[in-house]
């Protein structure tokens, strides 16, 4: 039985790592040492979420890459907004740790695109050059080796997952895809807004950030990495008066007659070896993979067009879920571990 590979993680009080500690906690090989936090006082991890009492002890402190390194952590979960993430993700791995970040910092290739979107200059780019995104089905290679994983995005992954079988096969026009998707209220973090509030959100449907989504550019990087050339998409969210969840309906036009059954056949090929993607024949619903590391989809033809149903808990696969997937990369551990 080798030695467990002892983890860290920052930005304690917020849903994703709330969700990161629970499933680090049933972990057979990670041994939780330490959790990070700017919240005063050193609140013990069950005080900040009750759903964890009983499960562990640990108290939230402020910590720095030091520290870390003197109790011998391995590996780092960072799950802080994006723009804070880069100024602590150097320290981190100037101090040797591997980092897995959670935010959109480091999933962009080229700085001048993060700028364009996020509307602030890269102040890592050094960094940014080494950082693999953190996509098993796509990068798994890459990620084993990595030292800094940019986790992906949690719509990006069922648009991404959704279309990569058709891309890499050089199925569809590659200007032409819509991605019309609905998303539960945890992913927009834990701290309210406006929209985010009981009374605005609830009984109610309504798109957002129409033709200015920033996850556009990162889907569209990946999926022009697996067409070796550029590809567009539409993409509109939708916020929808769901605790947690996602759910793309994604419209493509095939460049030649395919039927359906031959899809199928590519999809359940595709994804043979994935133990987290799930081709399924029956129209599949976000309950089915909440509290679940997995991404379902299926697919119908419509009228010449090809629609994609997808599916993800935002919260598991769309983040700490997928977060814990490529630490078992990284680590050299089946993949699966700590997520079945
Ligand atoms: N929610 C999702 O579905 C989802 C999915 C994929 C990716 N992500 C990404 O993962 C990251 C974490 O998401 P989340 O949903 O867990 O967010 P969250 O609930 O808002 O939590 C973020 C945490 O970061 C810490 N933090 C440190 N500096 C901060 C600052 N200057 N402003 C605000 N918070 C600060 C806070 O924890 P302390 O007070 O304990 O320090 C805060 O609770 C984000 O970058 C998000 O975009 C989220």
Redesign the pocket.
Known sequence: MREKIRVAL?????????ELISLLLRHPCAELIAV????EGTPLVAE?HPILTGRVNLR?EMLEARELTRRGVQCVFT???????MTVVPQLLQAGMRVID????YRLRDPQIYQEWYREPHHDPENLRHAVYGLPEVYASRIREARLVA????YPQTIILGLAPLIAHDLIDREDIIADSK?GV??????PRPHTHFPECNENVAAYSVGQHRHTPEIEQVLSDLARTAVRIVFTPHLVPMD?GIFSTIYARPRRAVSEHELFEVYRDYYARAPFVRVVSHLPNSKDTIGTNFCDITLRLVRQRVVLLVCED??IR??SGVAVQNFNLMFGLEETLGLL
């Open positions: 920052l930005g304690a009080s917020g849903y994703t790592a709330r990070g936090s700017r919240q900040l939230c799950c802080l907004p994006h723009g804070v993430s959670l935010s959109a910092d986790n992906p995005g949690c998303s945890s992913g927009a973090g834990r701290t947690r935002n919260l769309g983040a």
